[in-house]
């Protein structure tokens, strides 16, 4: 607990799973995040030996955070806690709530480390990202482990799947509502990943009564 039972690390480790971001991309993604708790988390969890650091000779100076294995052995966890809040703590969003499914995909990892039956490359598409723009994760899985990038695929994926940000968060309620999804390529393949996002029958609160979901 004395490593990751603070309100941000298992967060930054969520948001790094994708890949190596600079000090700004990590306060862009982390909302609520003040740049003194940022620069201490990073630079304690450096220490930890849980990221590493590398800087750059550019100008202005460039800095990535990248995790450790130390860190990627705790992918699996964040998908169980992810499983535990959508089974047991899943809310509708409210209508001024900003939704970053880029946090949820970047989960997807965690969720996927046991199911060895899936093979291929999938790519997701938020036609409603940031600001407006169109936002691409691409998903490769293989032998019972996935890999998670941020932006458009260089090939041709075998499978895509397109939607704005009402018709994903349709398809990753418990209702499970895909209809507002298009799907490209293997259908199958398609399916079977949504399959393992979204998880078999289980206890889910009111919505009514339910706390919202966190987005962050």
């Not at 304690?44 to 460039?62: F, S």
């Not at 990248?66 to 964040?78: D, G, H, K, S």
């Not at 919505?207 to 962050?216: D, L, M």
Request: charged share 25%.
């Amino acid at each position: 607990m004395d490593l990751v039972g603070d309100k941000w690390t298992l967060l930054i480790v969520r948001d790094l799973v994708s890949g190596p971001r600079r000090f700004v991309e990590l306060q862009r993604v982390l909302p609520g995040i003040s740049t003194e708790q940022l620069r201490s988390r990073l630079n304690r969890m450096v220490a930890d030996g849980m990221l590493t650091r590398k800087r750059y000779r550019e100008v202005p100076p460039r800095v990535d955070y990248e995790l450790t294995e130390r860190a990627r052995a705790l992918v699996p966890i964040l998908g169980e806690l992810a499983r535990w809040g959508y089974e047991w703590a899943w809310g509708a969003p409210r209508p001024s709530e900003a939704i970053d499914l880029g946090a949820i995909f970047r989960l997807i990892p965690g969720l996927v480390h046991a199911d060895r039956t899936l093979t291929g490359s999938v790519e997701l598409v938020v036609s409603d990202g940031r600001d407006g723009a169109p936002m691409s994760y691409v998903v490769e899985l293989a032998g019972g482990e996935a890999a998670l990038r941020e932006g458009a695929s260089g090939e041709q994926a075998n499978a895509s799947l397109h939607g704005d940000t009402d018709a994903w968060i349709s398809a990753l309620s418990p209702r499970g509502d895909r209809g507002a999804l298009t799907r490209g390529g293997n259908r199958g393949l398609a399916d079977a990943l949504l399959d393992v996002l979204i998880p078999g029958p289980g206890r889910v609160l009111d919505t009514e009564s339910a706390p919202v979901a966190a987005t962050a």
